[in-house]
């Protein structure tokens, strides 16, 4: 799947830059055309003429060449390329990332690319596991960066832990499949809501949830990097959508989530995925204005909001798939079987409080997918960007079935 594709491969400070040298060879072997950026640090450990005999092209490391004043264009570079690979990224090029810095090469073509970036950390353990680069690395996967992680094992300064660069054969394997899904849901529409609701109580208090939009959004990701073209109906989170075939449709109620996906489904849609939190009550009466806290107790009476998911299956089209998603505290999986049964659901995502790493405003999730004919797949603890990738796995093979 590689051959033909451009691959721009960007090579920061780390020991781990010598796997450089041999993941650019195995790109060129599989036919992907490789250029390649390097840092001033890089050229410490790697030298730019190993790589630029192995790429075949000139290595870039200034903005302009001072001998003749050529010009290495940033913008240039990012419209020429399929996919940008950083690898090794180290931990300071990974901050300057997320930070928006912009003072080499290599950074400004990271904020100039319109393609896909991927990057590959490279550190030791310590650094890698430090609350400052795991919230760089949290920040960039959120604006849609790849991330392929890192590998456990001894590392250069004798320590054991994570840290690794992938090894090359990882790496090239990755973009491999990359490419290999990137057109795989072309001409597929696809729906999903994602976030949680707010249910106002007067003008300054509301009900609402944990949910951070992170899973729904790492889906909606995961589905528009194969090709197909995604509705997103958001709640009020911290996130936006990275990818052009990504139309977002913000809502802040219950109410407002239930007609803007039904009206989104009505369009026509291949597959829908109900992945927000929306709040199952809302108050009956919400005040005008600021309620004072002038009695011992205050009562809220609550009404139900109207059920999405159920509503969906009841208008299911013919050919289209439903997948629901259950977050639970007890009883899970007779709780989700009963859920994936009464709303007439293709499958249902299953994820527990009660595990830990899983659920709302975390990084990973823990998750298993039941099918509606009671088949059970059990997944392991993952990113949520790993997450996604299993979930559209399975959707997609859900969807080639169904139209066997």
Not at 94 to 99: C, D, E, H, N, V
Not at 319 to 337: D, K, M, P, Q, R
Request: hydrophobic share 40%; glycine share 6%.
């Amino acid at each position: 799947m590689l051959k033909g594709k451009h691959i721009l491969l960007g090579v920061t400070g780390s020991i781990a830059a010598y796997k450089a040298a041999l993941l650019v060879r195995a790109l060129v072997k599989q036919g992907a055309e490789v250029r390649v950026i390097m840092t001033e640090m890089a050229k410490q450990f790697i030298t730019p003429l190993t790589m630029a005999t192995l790429s075949k092209n000139p290595i870039l490391v200034e903005f302009y060449n001072p001998e003749n004043g050529d010009w290495n264009s940033h913008i240039s570079l990012g419209m020429w390329a399929d996919a940008y690979l950083i690898a090794p990224a180290s931990a300071n090029t990974i901050a300057k990332m997320a930070t928006g810095v912009a003072d080499n090469l290599l950074l400004t073509t990271y904020l100039s690319a319109r393609c896909p970036v991927i990057v590959a950390p490279a550190m030791d353990v310590d650094m890698y596991l430090h609350t400052a680069t795991q919230k760089n690395i949290e920040t960039l996967a959120l604006r849609g960066v790849k991330i392929i992680d890192p590998n456990a094992g001894e590392l250069a300064s004798g320590l054991e832990g994570k840290g690794r660069m992938a090894e090359p054969e990882e790496i090239a394997g990755y973009m491999n499949e990359f490419f290999s899904l990137k057109e795989s849901l072309k001409d597929i529409n696809v729906l999903i809501n994602a976030g949680p609701t707010r249910e106002a109580i007067d003008p300054v208090r509301y009900i609402s949830n944990h949910s951070t939009g992170k899973m729904g959004y790492a889906i909606a990701e995961e589905f528009a990097c194969r090709g197909a073209m995604v509705t997103l109906v958001s709640g009020p989170v911290n996130l936006f959508a990275k990818n052009p075939r990504i139309a977002v449709r913000n809502v802040t109620t219950a109410n407002e989530m239930y007609s803007t996906t039904l009206e989104c489904y009505k369009e026509g849609k291949d597959i829908t995925i109900l992945c927000a939190a929306v709040a199952d009550f809302t108050p009956v009466h919400s005040s005008d204005l600021k309620i004072k806290r002038e009695k011992e107790n205050y009562n809220l009476e609550l009404e139900p909001t109207k059920d999405i998911a159920a509503e969906i299956g009841k208008i299911k089209k013919s050919g289209s798939l439903i997948v629901g998603f259950a977050l639970e505290t007890n009883n899970e999986l007779s709780n989700a079987e009963k859920k994936l049964k009464t709303k007439g659901l293709d499958a249902i995502v299953l994820n527990s409080l009660k595990d830990s790493g899983a659920g709302f405003g975390v990084n990973t999730n823990k998750i298993s997918i039941i099918a509606r004919g009671g088949e059970i797949t059990h997944y392991p603890l993952k990113s949520k960007e790993q997450v996604a990738r299993d979930i559209a796995d399975y959707i997609e093979n859900l969807l080639l079935c169904s139209k066997a």
